[in-house]
């Protein structure tokens, strides 16, 4: 039996020795620029990880622009792939395509635009909402384009100079494929400045309607691409929102980081018997007020606080308030890993106070929306905070984005969001 399995296990070695030797890739004959990595850097492209680090890079040839796509060559010059150049960026190139027969042009942009929508119509995924992410980004094969669907609206977002490059060309195939009225573009992110760009915040085509909204789960919810945050609404919650709602029933409300009402608007149809919502952004409360009328919700049952919540949440506790269900949502702590220590200690404060102002049998819906913190490290987080807080508490579910936000199993940075939903114990 041993030496059975011994003899297979081999055989799966030699197998995957072939494999390898079949990676190690032809040399394509390109006139453009190339940029070869170093002996040894080619495994994560191997592996179709997107993107390509400065420090990977043995050497450039030809003197491409940001944007500009290069041939990707492993240290002998073999075929790796396709990717966007910038020059200004830690990430010097992002992957177009692993195929060396490609050629990356209008038409190119146009299939990869479309599988993407048909993958969405595929999944149904418009019976929930007419609001959704149609492009994520590297998790649907387009670094750096996001586009999402806000009715009969598109927003734009573009994150990286290969995106920039063929912002027409998006454009065009777009508007062929989706017909909106408008192509509202909100590259204003923070992540521009990493990749050199400049920020910019207009309309692309069209002309955008005096007001505009979205029915998700059958709720109204006003959206300013505009001035709102991200491209206008947190899609990514879609589902969330709704598992919300349906444990509102009867319960006295905590929603903290609210911005628009989103998980409000759900506990208040749910039934809750009263929900407090908390933003900093007078904006986004006004909106949220809004909401409630829209959908023709008890307002006599919602109360809001314009404030911040790491303070809010220590009045509220020598207030002696409590609460039956609270939800935690807030914004990113930590982009990238390097914040996750200082991240750790604000989620942690912010997780302690929640399950101190919760009832017993209480249910805390904690959120993290940042790259830098992955699902473990934030269990561990929300253990601590537990443990500091004297509750025992269980996981009733864990969350993630909707599905309009996929993750490519290559590029695990696309999980952004974790969230944990909790039950203290009676
Ligand atoms: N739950 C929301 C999305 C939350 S986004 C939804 O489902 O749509 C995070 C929100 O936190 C933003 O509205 C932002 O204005 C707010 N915010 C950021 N820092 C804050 C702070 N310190 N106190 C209160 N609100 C804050």
Known sequence: ????????????????????????????????????????????????????????????????????????????????????????????????????????????????????????????????????????????????????????????????????????????????????????????????????????????????????SVTENGIRIVVDVAAGQKTGFYLDQRDNRALIGSLAEGRDVLNCFCYTGGFSLYALRGGAKSVLSIDSSAEALQLAQRNVELNGLDASRAEWQDKDVFEALRKLRDQNRKFDLIVLDPPKFAPTAAFAEKASRAYKDINLLGFKLLRPGGILATYSCSGGISDDLFQKIIAGAALDAGVDAQIVHKVHAAADHPVLLSFPEGAYLKGLVLRVAG
């Open 1 to 212: 039996m041993n030496q059975k399995r011994h003899t297979s296990h081999q055989r799966r070695k030699e197998n995957s020795r072939q494999q390898t030797t079949q990676i190690k890739s032809a040399v394509v004959p390109f006139a453009g620029p190339k940029l070869l990595l170093q002996d040894g850097r080619e495994k994560s492209l191997q592996r179709r990880h997107p993107w390509i680090f400065t420090g990977a890079v043995e050497r450039l040839e030809g003197n491409p622009a940001s944007g500009d796509t290069v041939q990707v060559c492993d240290a002998q010059g073999g075929f790796l792939a396709w990717a966007a150049y910038n020059s200004q960026s830690q990430i010097c190139a992002r992957v177009w395509s692993w195929q060396a027969d490609e050629k990356i042009d209008a038409d190119f942009f146009l299939r990869k635009i479309s599988s993407a929508l048909a993958a969405r119509k595929e999944l149904k995924l418009d019976r929930h909402s007419n609001g959704m992410r149609l492009i994520h980004g590297e998790s649907d094969g387009l670094p750096g384009l996001i586009v999402d669907q806000y009715a009969d609206v598109l927003v734009l977002q573009l994150g990286s100079a290969g995106a920039e490059r063929w912002r027409e060309t998006f454009a065009d195939a777009l508007q062929e494929l989706c017909k909106p009225v408008c192509i509202y573009e909100r590259s204003d992110s923070d992540g521009r400045e990493l990749e050199g760009l400049p920020k910019r915040n207009e309309i692309l085509r069209g002309k955008l309607p005096e007001q505009l």
